[in-house]
């Protein structure tokens, strides 16, 4: 069965300074790697997603994400951090129909 | 672009009730999830549909039962309600794509259901 760990339960950032997202999964095959963003109260919105081909994923808002076979992770980063990125953010790999999500790490921006 | 829309969006219900939560895929998707997330957890699946059939099922409680409608539109049918039930619950929807679990899901807002 797939799993994932997302090792930092909360991370506090400057504003403008850089960010990265902890992930590692647990699968035998070659997995389907997503992240997503969940600001309070809201739904989830895919930031971004690995297939194949390229390990280093662009996605929205300035998010990119690379997948290491070897490491089994698929780190998510982000250059330069907005007050706007203060939100609930989700690993989560895809197989059997379904999504199976980390833990989540919260991101609290400071001014 | 057209989003996956949930109702009702908020649901507040008695111990040992009934509820019924629906769920609108997007246009063209024909695949619905349904998720469970409890105050500060992670989203946890619970059953999935393809082209009205169920495709998995996760820890979903024998209380509950769901089903996907010939327009693709899915029911959550949820009885004898407990307090545990409290939870937000999403709705996503996607294209087959054949992968099994490579599908990009689009979620809902959720809906928040509180049982007192």
């Known amino acids: 069965a797939q799993s994932v760990t997302q090792p930092d339960i909360h991370i506090t950032v400057s504003e403008g300074a850089s960010l990265e997202l902890r992930c590692n999964y647990s699968?035998?095959?070659?997995?389907?790697l997503f992240w997503y963003v969940q600001s309070p109260g809201q739904g989830l919105q895919l930031l971004l997603k690995y297939f194949s081909g390229d390990t280093l994923v662009q996605g929205i808002k300035g998010f990119e994400a690379e997948f290491k076979r070897s490491q089994s992770s698929f780190n998510l980063r982000k250059p330069s951090v907005h007050w706007s990125d203060a939100a609930e953010y989700f690993c989560?790999?895809?197989?059997?129909?379904?999504?199976?999500f980390g833990a989540g790490t919260t991101v609290t921006v400071r001014a | 672009a057209a989003g996956v829309i949930q109702s009702p969006r908020h649901l507040i219900k008695e111990k040992r009730e009934t509820a019924t939560l629906k769920c609108y895929p997007i246009p063209r998707h024909d695949t619905v999830y349904w998720y469970q997330q409890g105050p500060g957890q992670d989203p946890q699946f619970l059953i999935s549909f393809y082209e009205k059939m169920q495709s998995d099922k996760g820890s979903i409680p024998d209380r509950f039962s769901a089903q996907q409608f010939s327009d693709y539109h899915s029911e959550l049918n949820m009885s004898s309600l407990e307090l545990g039930d409290s939870a937000l619950y999403f709705c996503a929807s996607s294209q087959n794509a054949g992968t099994g679990g490579g599908e990009t899901q689009y979620f809902g807002p959720g809906t928040r259901l509180l049982v007192l």
């Open positions: 699968y035998g095959a070659t997995p389907y």
């Open positions: 989560a790999v895809g197989a059997d129909y379904k999504l199976s």
